[in-house]
T-cell receptor, first 114, second 114 residues
Framework: DGGITQSPKYLFRKEGQNVTLSCEQNLNHDAMYWYRQDPGQGLRLIYYSQIVNDFQKGDIAEGYSVSREKKESFPLTVTSAQKNPTAFYLCASSMLAGSYNEQFFGPGTRLTVL | GENVEQHPSTLSVQEGDSAVIKCTYSDSASNYFPWYKQELGKGPQLIID?????GEKKDQRIAVTLNKTAKHFSLHITETQPEDSAVYFCAASDSGAGSYQLTFGKGTKLSVIP
């Protein structure tokens, strides 16, 4: 089955620790995205990448880092510099061919800082 | 940048009634408007989308309308069923800008009462 996988589903972290969230897609999509979701806040874009070895900051990139070494993988690192990291994190991907960008989402990772 | 406002934030309807969710956007260059449904603890799933060259689109019990002059679009769900209960997000995109980013509304929690 084609799709987007995120792991782990639940993640617990102590304050001051970095943690990396995994996102993999086998849809052969060019672009990948990371969103943060908080209650009542909708989805806010953290980082996105349109091509391997290139990525751009979204609206709330501070305290996060990403890499795009392979087309199918786009891991997100939540660093200790992120002041309020507890949230639901969503990864998405889309094709860039054509004029529109239907985005497909993974199941999400819920991060809790203890 | 683009700004998307979504109303209402919560909506309760009786089973069998219709539900309407409305969104407005600020960037007149936006040309793609998807709607996502998110069930508890899961990633959002695309349910319908509309391009700027179309005024209305239907898919069984779901329809979306777009008014480019007024810069607003709406989701209509007819004959609601308990399984329609979820959070719904609208979004807007200006793919012509080359960034392929989606800007999301803050979501509407729909409850269908049996």
């Amino acid at each position: 089955d084609g799709g987007i996988t995120q792991s782990p589903k639940y993640l617990f972290r102590k304050e001051g620790q970095n943690v990396t969230l995994s996102c993999e897609q086998n849809l052969n999509h060019d672009a990948m995205y990371w969103y943060r979701q908080d209650p009542g806040q909708g989805l806010r874009l953290i980082y996105y990448s349109q091509i391997v070895n290139d990525f751009q900051k979204g609206d709330i990139a501070e305290g996060y880092s990403v890499s795009r070494e392979k087309k199918e993988s786009f891991p997100l690192t939540v660093t200790s510099a992120q002041k309020n990291p507890t949230a639901f994190y969503l990864c998405a991907s889309s094709m860039l061919a054509g004029s529109y960008n239907e985005q497909f989402f993974g199941p999400g990772t819920r991060l809790t800082v203890l | 940048g683009e700004n998307v406002e979504q109303h209402p934030s919560t909506l309760s309807v009786q089973e069998g009634d219709s539900a309407v969710i409305k969104c407005t956007y600020s960037d007149s260059a936006s040309n793609y408007f998807p709607w996502y449904k998110q069930e508890l603890g899961k990633g959002p799933q695309l349910i319908i989308d509309i391009r700027s060259n179309v005024g209305e689109k239907k898919d069984q019990r779901i329809a979306v309308t777009l008014n480019k002059t007024a810069k607003h679009f709406s989701l209509h769900i007819t004959e609601t069923q308990p399984e329609d209960s979820a959070v719904y997000f609208c979004a807007a995109s200006d793919s012509g800008a080359g960034s392929y980013q989606l800007t999301f509304g803050k979501g509407t929690k729909l409850s269908v009462i049996p």
